[in-house]
T-cell receptor
Framework: QQQVKQSPQSLIVQKGGISIINCAYE??????FPWYQQFPGKGPALLIA?????SEKKEGRFTISFNKSAKQFSLHIMDSQPGDSATYFC????????????FGTGTRLQVTL | NAGVTQTPKFQVLKTGQSMTLQCAQD?????MYWYRQDPGMGLRLIYY???????DKGEVPNGYNVSRLNKREFSLRLESAAPSQTSVYFC????????????FGSGTRLTVV
């Protein structure tokens, strides 16, 4: 039972281009949607997160767009750089005493020169 | 400034052997988690501990046991390792509300032969 579906599985973008990763969720009780970035040999690290009371959140070159009615959210990386090459995971959770994150399957991004 | 420390970093086990993966955090977080990461499947929750003294099953608990030794430490035990448990294991910690995100360790790469 995959509650968070992520696409694409892999993505190749030229330097300076826009990288877009999409996620869809099923559980309408989810109210926290983070994105994690993982470099090879490292653990995932929180990149940016959004709550459903806003439709967009921007931090530098990274933007989350959120569509509550469609139960979808996406990560946009503007002016993609080779240093952005990593695996990106979307996730979702329902806040509570144990806010367990449900992760998507990951997107391997490669930014070429 | 260690964050979440996992030991060991690498381990090879024979089928049927047992081992314990150790995890410790120094951020005074209440909640701790164990995830496994497999290609194409993202991060799947094995067990979690919302607070000291409590543990609960996640999505894929079969074949594993956990112990929340104190607020800092959360261990994962494989009683009789199987090849299907070959994976990268990540420990994470967080406050009770995940608005602050998870902090992950650097992982344990386990191979069962």
């Amino acid at each position: 039972q995959q509650q968070v579906k992520q696409s694409p599985q892999s993505l190749i973008v030229q330097k300076g281009g826009i990288s877009i990763i999409n996620c869809a969720y099923e559980n309408t009780a989810f109210d926290y949607f983070p994105w994690y970035q993982q470099f090879p040999g490292k653990g995932p690290a929180l990149l940016i997160a959004i709550r459903p009371d806003v439709s967009e959140k921007k931090e530098g070159r990274f933007t989350i767009s959120f569509n509550k009615s469609a139960k979808q959210f996406s990560l946009h990386i503007m002016d993609s750089q080779p240093g952005d090459s990593a695996t990106y995971f979307c996730a979702a959770s329902q806040t509570g005493t144990a806010s367990k994150l449900t992760f998507g399957t990951g997107t391997r991004l490669q930014v070429t020169l | 400034n260690a964050g979440v420390t996992q030991t060991p970093k690498f381990q090879v086990l024979k089928t049927g052997q047992s081992m314990t993966l150790q995890c410790a955090q120094d951020m005074n977080h209440n909640s701790m988690y164990w995830y496994r990461q497999d290609p194409g499947m993202g991060l799947r929750l094995i067990y979690y501990s919302a607070s000291e003294g409590t543990t609960d099953k996640g999505e894929v608990p079969n074949g594993y046991n956990v112990s929340r030794l104190n607020k800092r430490e959360f261990s994962l035990r494989l009683e009789s390792a199987a090849p299907s448990q070959t994976s990268v294991y990540f420990c994470a910690s967080s406050e009770l509300r995940t608005y602050y995100g998870y902090t992950f360790g650097s992982g344990t790469r386990l191979t069962v032969v």
